[in-house]
């Protein structure tokens, strides 16, 4: 889509501003400053074209005003390759330098980032199984070869199985399989069931009497869905592995997403059913995708409109309260908060990396958790991120990194637009309005 915006009679910061809410696809709670327009245009997450025609005609902006305007549209262009900012003098911008250890080089844009199937990256299989009575599942995301892998937890109450293998200083270079699961702790004995599986299948380190696979797992809390005491166990574990051969992957209530809810700071009397969700591109050479199981206590957000999607219910459930807002209501310590909660993903990629690099593509990934989700990494979750690595082909971290939380806030909206109602939870299928302010 193509924006055109005509700088030639704006004479004022005020009148830049409402010219850009005018023309642009701008969220209502846009701030009218550079920052604020920089961070609206850095979230794009589909191709937009921008003309600046007569970008000369501004010139009696106040303070330098003009020139940091043009200064952030060169910015956004760098840093967003899904938007385009062209001036009506011919410039375009600028070629980005050649890089030894770059696939994303020149011939290669945002014209070339193409939508495909989480499925689509080559070096891992994801498997699913669910207890839809009991409210629980896994997604297990299985690596024959072994994967590269780094990890950033960020919440303040994990369940997660086998991190420290991901520390720089570990021995292990590679994993073979990540478990994303429900049943919190509990759910933490489906490994078992992983390690069985792939033990079979000889994958692992060869230690000559038999193979021993590295399995890394995170957990959400989804006891307050369904069955308390039925939780995934080795027989489900093993279970997925034998769904990842089929490709039985689903965005929705399924795998790890059965028993997944959000909007839980008044606990789950006002929450709302969410999911499993995936986003996957293509970029030249380099395919990158997102799995995650989105169950926080804050609201979502579409990161393109600012609009909430799901999140805390009112009281009479026909629309939204703002979580952000009823705790600034009170600023006493919170006394048993509702510890229930955690977002937990991946990214999967064909691009190679070693773990030192992919944990900081985890790290940044945690922005498209930030993009989607409010309040988000408080003390009462335990969000996690891990960043796979199956390939060869060349790459820029930065890049990816960047993509990457682009691709997870993506991952974000599909698992909540996914999810059917269930266990007495609405979800965005049922109920989409404004929040209540």
Same mark, same amino acid.
């Given at each position: ?7 030639? $009679?704006? $004479? ?37 074209? @921008? ?6 005609? *501004? ?9 940091? &305007? ?41 014209? #070339? #980032? $193409? ?10 299989? @994801? ?35 086998? !991190? ?7 021995? *292990?270079?590679? @994993? ?39 399995? !890394?797992?995170?957990? @959400? ?11 995934? %166990? ?74 909430? +999607? ?9 629309? &939204? ?11 006493? $310590?919170?006394?048993?908060? &509702?510890?229930?909660?955690?977002? =937990?993903?991946? +990214? ?23 993009? !989607? ?22 790459? %820029? ?14 991952? =974000? ?11 007495? &939870? ?12």
């Amino acid at each position: 889509m193509t924006f055109t915006i005509d700088l030639s $009679k704006v $004479k004022s910061r005020e009148e830049l501003h409402d010219l850009l809410q005018e023309v642009l696809p701008l969220p209502d709670y846009y701030g009218r400053n550079l920052d604020a327009l920089y961070d609206v245009l850095t979230s794009v997450c589909e191709p937009m074209e @921008i003309r600046l025609l007569n970008p000369s005609g *501004a010139k009696d902006l106040p303070g330098g005003y003009l020139e940091s &305007f043009l200064e952030l549209c060169r910015d956004v262009r760098e840093e967003n390759p899904l938007v385009r900012i062209c001036f009506d003098d011919g410039e375009e911008p600028s070629p980005r330098p050649e890089s030894t250890n770059s696939s994303v080089r020149k011939g290669v844009t945002a014209d #070339m #980032m $193409k939508e495909i199937k989480i499925t689509d990256i080559e070096g891992f299989r @994801i498997g699913q199984t669910e207890d839809s009575r009991a409210g629980t599942g896994l997604t297990v995301i299985v690596s024959e070869e072994g994967c590269a892998a780094g990890v950033d937890v960020r919440g303040g109450g994990p369940a997660s199985r086998e !991190c420290e293998l991901l520390r720089p200083f570990s021995a *292990a270079q590679k @994993i073979h399989a990540l478990v994303l699961g429900g049943g919190s702790t509990f759910g933490l004995d489906a490994s078992g069931g992983v390690l069985k599986y792939l033990e079979e299948k000889q994958i692992g380190y060869d230690m000559g009497v038999t193979h021993i696979p590295q399995v !890394c797992q995170s957990d @959400i809390f989804d006891l307050t869905v369904g069955d308390v005491m039925t939780r995934p %166990d080795g027989k489900m574990g093993y279970e997925a592995c034998v769904n990842s051969e089929k490709g039985n992957y689903r965005d929705g209530n399924y795998g790890a997403g059965c028993g997944a809810t959000v909007g839980k700071w008044l606990g789950m009397d006002y929450c709302m059913k969410s999911g499993v969700g995936s986003a996957a591109v293509s970029l030249g050479d380099v395919r990158l995708g997102a799995v995650v199981v989105v169950n926080s206590i804050g609201d979502i957000f579409d990161p393109d409109t600012g609009e909430p +999607i799901a999140g805390m219910l009112s009281e009479d459930k026909k629309s &939204f309260r703002s979580t952000e807002q009823l705790m600034y209501g009170s600023a006493e $310590k919170r006394e048993n908060g &509702f510890a229930g909660n955690t977002t =937990i993903g991946a +990214i999967l990629t064909n691009a190679a990396f070693d773990k030192i690099q992919l944990s900081k593509i985890a790290s940044m990934t945690h922005n498209g958790y930030a993009r !989607c989700i409010r309040p988000v990494h408080l003390s009462l979750d335990g969000d996690t991120i891990y960043a796979l690595s199956s390939g060869k082909v060349s790459a %820029d971290a930065d890049m990816i990194g960047t993509l990457a939380a682009r691709v997870m806030s993506r991952a =974000i909206v599909n698992a909540v637009k996914s999810a059917d109602s269930a266990y007495g &939870f609405p979800a965005f299928r049922d109920l989409h309005r404004s929040p209540e302010i």
